[in-house]
């Protein structure tokens, strides 16, 4: 009889096929950090009051923090040779499974279309500097989409580009991530020296602290879940990609060597490149795309402006693509590959008009970022407690693919827990997503450590519900 839990695009990876070392792994971190968003991190922590160094401390903070997650759920990838989807599956059932996997797979969806939008841009503002579109005359808004009909097609153009590599699989990922990673890192050093050069020298880079600065910690806890929000999403599905790599060695280290380091420094760019902007051009110019569009060398911005391109095309693949298509693809493993999982995120990306979301910086982070955070939080909590603590990172493989097996349908205290966890920040995700207080502050402030409330609830509550059950694997371990 056919099973249809499995396909071979969500299969275990065979030993022989786990041919990733972490280097690897190092590349797709930075391939997927320096990207349009990463630079533009620090911009909503400076407009709220931070001075240039407690936001680059923030960032590397909550990069230090989602990489615990992201070691943790990587392991079980690498061991296992299973994605996320299928991890799932121990701990919330064979079909409950589902739930997390298309939660993953939806703002996964979202940030393809931010993504996709941002790409667009570029290749909208290319077209300005060769001279092929007007963009000052390009002003007549279409109505139903929000944006001009220029606009529209060069967000058209990225999402092909993007589409076609989606076509071609995972090992067009993988090549894409090696090669773009070092011309992306060099790319960011050019803009700083450029704007080095262009002010004078690094110190002159730099605002001055203001004389009466706003107070440090209730802007720092906020700001800090919206970076670990940043990527909450890989911190899931991590898995999806260190079930290639060919030791838990290689899968922890290229983590740590790529995810941190490479965030930290772009968006330290970004700061020194901003600030230095003011001084140029008498005002901040947040946006790398606009930025690059002033430069007077029509060479410079054409070769700057592809730059961003790619960068936004490997950050968009890897991060946006890879999880949904796995997810999708878990829905009815016999009817849909990886291939049809990721056709189906393209066309989401269009269907929600992503622009209308990015170019509102407060809803960008307080209701996107801290928001899925919320809810994907919760969900590793659970999953990481299930593995660790309660499995000891034993899990049954063959049973994993196996509807009548031990893990059978939907484990429903496993829903209790995520309910109860998502719970206690819905009151807050509402009053940001509505900008009305339809609940007391005190659920505003609880918002602000959303992720951490989640995966500290859910571990916790997982791990007492789940007693009996780690007794019976230590027992049978034995």
Same mark, same amino acid.
């Given at each position: 009889?056919?099973?249809?839990?499995?396909?071979?695009?969500?299969?275990?990876?065979?030993?022989?096929?786990?041919?990733?070392?972490?280097?690897?792994?190092?590349?797709?971190?930075?391939?997927?950090?320096?990207?349009?968003?990463?630079?533009?991190?620090?911009?909503?922590?400076?407009?709220?009051?931070?001075?240039? #160094?407690?936001?680059?401390?923030?960032?590397?903070?909550?990069?230090?923090?989602?990489?615990?997650?992201?070691?943790?759920?990587?392991?079980?990838?690498?061991?296992?040779?299973?994605?996320?989807?299928?991890?799932?599956?121990?701990?919330?059932?064979?079909?409950?499974?589902?739930?997390?996997?298309?939660?993953?797979?939806?703002?996964?969806?979202?940030?393809?279309?931010?993504?996709? #939008?941002?790409?667009?841009?570029?290749?909208?503002?290319?077209?300005?500097?060769?001279?092929?579109?007007?963009?000052?005359?390009?002003?007549?808004?279409?109505?139903?989409?929000?944006?001009?009909?220029?606009?529209?097609?060069?967000?058209?153009?990225?999402?092909?580009?993007?589409?076609?590599?989606?076509?071609?699989?995972?090992?067009?990922?993988?090549?894409?991530?090696?090669?773009?990673?070092?011309?992306?890192?060099?790319?960011?050093?050019?803009?700083?020296?450029?704007?080095?050069?262009?002010?004078?020298?690094?110190?002159?880079?730099?605002?001055?602290?203001?004389?009466?600065?706003?107070?440090?910690?209730?802007?720092?806890?906020?700001?800090?879940?919206?970076?670990?929000?940043?990527?909450?999403?890989?911190?899931?599905?991590?898995?999806?990609?260190?079930?290639?790599?060919?030791?838990?060695?290689?899968?922890?280290?290229?983590?740590?060597?790529?995810?941190?380091?490479?965030?930290?420094?772009?968006?330290?760019?970004?700061?020194?490149?901003?600030?230095?902007?003011?001084?140029?051009?008498?005002?901040?110019?947040?946006?790398?795309?606009?930025?690059?569009?002033?430069?007077?060398?029509?060479?410079?911005?054409?070769?700057?402006?592809?730059?961003?391109?790619?960068?936004?095309?490997?950050?968009?693949?890897?991060?946006?693509?890879?999880?949904?298509?796995?997810?999708?693809?878990?829905?009815?493993?016999?009817?849909?590959?990886?291939?049809?999982?990721?056709?189906?995120?393209?066309?989401?990306?269009?269907?929600?008009?992503?622009?209308?979301?990015?170019?509102?910086?407060?809803?960008?982070?307080?209701?996107?970022?801290?928001?899925?955070?919320?809810?994907?939080?919760?969900?590793?909590?659970?999953?990481?407690?299930?593995?660790?603590?309660?499995?000891?990172?034993?899990?049954?493989?063959?049973?994993?693919?196996?509807?009548?097996?031990?893990?059978?349908?939907?484990?429903?205290?496993?829903?209790?827990?995520?309910?109860?966890?998502?719970?206690?920040?819905?009151?807050?995700?509402?009053?940001?997503?509505?900008?009305?207080?339809?609940?007391?502050?005190?659920?505003?402030?609880?918002?602000?450590?959303?992720?951490?409330?989640?995966?500290?609830?859910?571990?916790?509550?997982?791990?007492?519900?789940?007693?009996?059950?780690?007794?019976?694997?230590?027992?049978?371990?034995?």
């Amino acid at each position: 009889m056919t099973n249809h839990l499995i396909n071979p695009d969500i299969a275990p990876v065979p030993t022989e096929n786990q041919t990733w070392n972490k280097w690897h792994l190092a590349a797709l971190w930075i391939g997927m950090s320096v990207c349009i968003p990463t630079y533009m991190l620090a911009a909503s922590m400076i407009q709220a009051g931070m001075t240039w #160094w407690q936001s680059v401390l923030t960032v590397l903070l909550g990069n230090l923090i989602v990489l615990v997650p992201m070691i943790l759920m990587g392991h079980a990838g690498t061991k296992y040779g299973i994605p996320f989807p299928v991890l799932a599956r121990a701990s919330f059932g064979t079909k409950g499974a589902h739930i997390p996997a298309i939660a993953r797979s939806l703002v996964a969806c979202g940030w393809f279309g931010i993504q996709t #939008w941002i790409g667009g841009f570029a290749i909208y503002q290319v077209l300005g500097v060769l001279g092929c579109v007007d963009i000052i005359a390009d002003t007549a808004v279409v109505p139903f989409l929000g944006i001009t009909s220029m606009q529209f097609y060069c967000f058209m153009a990225f999402w092909v580009l993007n589409f076609v590599i989606v076509l071609q699989g995972i090992d067009c990922i993988k090549w894409l991530e090696s090669w773009a990673a070092p011309f992306l890192i060099a790319m960011g050093l050019a803009m700083l020296i450029w704007a080095a050069v262009k002010v004078g020298g690094v110190a002159q880079m730099f605002p001055k602290a203001p004389e009466n600065p706003a107070p440090f910690w209730p802007m720092f806890f906020p700001q800090l879940t919206a970076m670990v929000g940043f990527w909450a999403t890989l911190s899931l599905n991590i898995p999806d990609f260190t079930r290639y790599c060919k030791s838990q060695r290689d899968q922890a280290f290229g983590q740590l060597i790529g995810l941190p380091t490479t965030m930290t420094l772009f968006s330290f760019i970004g700061i020194a490149v901003t600030s230095a902007t003011i001084v140029i051009y008498g005002s901040a110019i947040w946006d790398p795309i606009l930025l690059v569009g002033k430069l007077g060398s029509t060479t410079a911005v054409v070769v700057s402006l592809i730059a961003l391109t790619i960068a936004t095309l490997s950050t968009n693949i890897a991060a946006n693509v890879v999880s949904p298509a796995n997810g999708f693809a878990n829905i009815n493993p016999r009817k849909i590959s990886f291939r049809t999982g990721g056709i189906i995120t393209c066309v989401i990306g269009i269907v929600i008009m992503p622009w209308r979301l990015y170019n509102d910086l407060g809803d960008y982070i307080f209701t996107w970022l801290i928001g899925y955070s919320a809810l994907l939080g919760p969900i590793a909590g659970i999953m990481i407690c299930d593995y660790f603590f309660v499995r000891r990172m034993r899990l049954n493989n063959d049973a994993l693919y196996d509807a009548a097996g031990e893990y059978r349908g939907f484990r429903w205290t496993t829903l209790f827990v995520l309910v109860v966890a998502v719970a206690p920040n819905l009151p807050g995700f509402i009053n940001a997503a509505f900008k009305i207080e339809y609940f007391p502050d005190i659920f505003n402030q609880l918002y602000s450590y959303a992720w951490f409330v989640g995966i500290t609830m859910s571990f916790v509550l997982y791990g007492i519900l789940n007693l009996g059950e780690r007794n019976r694997v230590q027992s049978s371990s034995m």
